[in-house]
């Protein structure tokens, strides 16, 4: 697939922190495109980077220098409030530790984003059941999370994510938390979900996942040092 097809393009992203006099490079010259269908996972140690580039992919943080484009559309110095608009149809989180609303029962923590997308009743009534039923969380509709495992919690995180229809899944290690089965699960999920033409772009400290991907990127200090595709491509 060209470049010209990709979902989301990075050309030379730089990203400093400074705290006082000192500077920091999160990201290095960072270019990177993601084409749509694409399993894409980041590997690399603590602290190269692998959570600012996902930050800056999803949205929630901008990069100091260089272009990022989502479907075409230049978004380097776009607002908080222009983001935040962008992403709310474009991107879905997994993240290491769940983040689901503890007060909320599962189907309310999956149907939040439809809240925020203002999708009629009805249609987050059928979507929320759609992607429990492929997930296989409809009989856990009515608990909330403390009465989940961590894997069903995990699950339920997941479904939250895919049940906009998101361009994008960014998910930043999330079998973090996990034993390996309940591990190997969430990745049976994700695997299944890019099958059916869901883009995935996932850090992980596992090289135990790095077959599902289609692509494989190592990171060290900010920078990317190798793009490689996979049998799985």
């Known amino acids: 697939m060209s470049s010209e097809q990709a979902l989301f393009r990075l050309r030379n992203v730089r990203k400093v922190y400074r705290a006082g006099a000192v500077e920091t490079a999160a990201l290095v010259d960072f270019s990177l495109d993601i084409r749509e269908g694409e399993f894409v996972e980041i590997?690399?140690?603590?602290?190269?980077?692998?959570?600012?580039?996902?930050?800056?992919?999803g949205m929630l943080d901008s990069p100091s220098s260089g272009l990022y484009m989502v479907a075409g559309a230049d978004?380097?110095?776009a607002s908080e409030s222009q983001l935040a608009e962008i992403r709310k149809g474009s991107v879905g989180f997994v993240f290491q530790?769940?983040?689901?609303?503890?007060?909320?029962?599962?189907?309310?923590?999956?149907?939040?984003?439809?809240r925020y997308l203002e999708i009629s009743s009805g249609q987050r009534r059928r979507?929320?059941?759609?992607?429990?039923?492929?997930?296989?969380?409809?009989?856990?509709?009515?608990?909330?999370?403390?009465?989940?495992?961590g894997g069903q919690q995990q699950r339920v995180a997941i479904a939250r994510a895919v049940v906009g229809d998101p361009k994008l899944i960014v998910a930043d290690e999330p079998t973090g938390n996990l034993d390996s089965a309940n591990g190997e699960e969430v990745m049976d999920m994700l695997t299944t979900l890019n099958q059916e033409g869901a883009t995935i772009l996932m850090a992980t400290h596992s090289a135990a996942h790095l077959e599902r991907a289609s692509r494989v990127l190592n990171m060290l200090d900010g920078?990317?040092?190798?793009?490689?595709?996979?049998?799985?491509?």
């Open 223 to 233: 920078r990317l040092v190798s793009d490689v595709g996979t049998a799985a491509a």
């Open 127 to 149: 979507r929320v059941r759609e992607v429990l039923e492929l997930l296989g969380l409809m009989h856990r509709a009515k608990h909330r999370p403390a009465q989940l495992s």
């Open 43 to 57: 590997m690399g140690p603590s602290g190269c980077g692998k959570t600012t580039l996902l930050n800056i992919v």
């Open 75 to 77: 978004v380097s110095q």
């Open 97 to 114: 530790s769940f983040h689901l609303v503890d007060h909320l029962t599962v189907y309310e923590n999956v149907e939040l984003p439809l």
